[in-house]
């Protein structure tokens, strides 16, 4: 039995799920969060 499932093993392969929607809402966050200090920065070093 477990000779049989390696095999099948064998031929497929095993990915995990796509996260490029992961990465690209993380990216997309972090560049907010960067301009959202930058702008509070420059407000501060304007007054």
């Known amino acids: 039995m477990k000779a049989q499932k390696a095999e ?3 031929g497929k392969e095993e990915k995990g799920p796509s996260l490029k929607g992961t990465l690209i809402s ?3 966050l972090g560049i ?3 301009l959202s ?3 509070a920065f420059l407000l501060f ?3």
Do not use: C, N, T
Request: avoid cysteine; hydrophobic fraction near 60%; proline fraction near 0%.
């Open 32 to 34: 907010f969060i960067v």
């Open 45 to 47: 070093i304007g007054r």
């Open 37 to 39: 200090w930058l702008g």
């Open 8 to 10: 099948e093993s064998i």
């Open 26 to 28: 993380v990216s997309a």
